[in-house]
C-alpha cells in the first residue's frame, strides 16, 4: 500500500477495511506492506515506480507486479479489483503451490 500521512482515502480505506484485512482470504494471500510515498524507496522495491497518488495498492511476486489499484474506489469495489488482480497473479504465477502474491506496497 502506497500512503502518505495525511491522505483523507487513506484513512477511509483504514477504517473500512484496515482493521478486517489480514483477517481475509485476500489479506493471508497478500499480506499489507506499508510504503510511505514521502520516504525514501525502500531498496528490495527500487525496481518499482512509485505512486504519487494515494492509497494505491502493487500487488508483487518474486519482482513482478500483477497490477495496481490506484485509488480507493470504497469498499465494494475495492474488494472486487483486488480479487481480480489476485486471480491475474495466481494464472500467470509459473509455480501455483506457491503463495499466489506478496504485495510490494
Not at 10 to 27: F, K
Not at 56 to 70: K, N
Not at 79 to 97: H, K
Request: hydrophobic share 35%.
Amino acid at each position: 500500500m502506497f500512503e502518505r500521512e495525511g491522505c483523507s482515502w487513506c484513512e477511509r480505506w483504514n477504517a473500512e477495511i484496515g482493521g478486517i484485512y489480514p483477517r481475509t482470504d485476500e489479506g493471508r494471500a497478500a499480506p499489507l506492506r506499508r510504503v510511505d510515498i514521502l520516504a525514501p524507496v525502500p531498496d528490495d522495491l527500487a525496481w518499482m515506480t512509485v505512486e504519487r497518488f494515494t492509497p494505491s495498492f502493487a500487488l508483487v511476486h518474486d519482482g513482478v507486479e500483477y497490477g495496481r489499484i490506484r485509488g480507493y474506489p470504497g469498499e465494494d469495489f475495492f474488494w472486487g479489483l483486488l480479487g481480480e488482480m489476485l486471480e491475474n497473479a495466481r494464472t500467470q504465477v509459473p509455480d501455483t503451490t506457491k503463495a499466489p502474491a506478496t504485495p510490494a506496497g
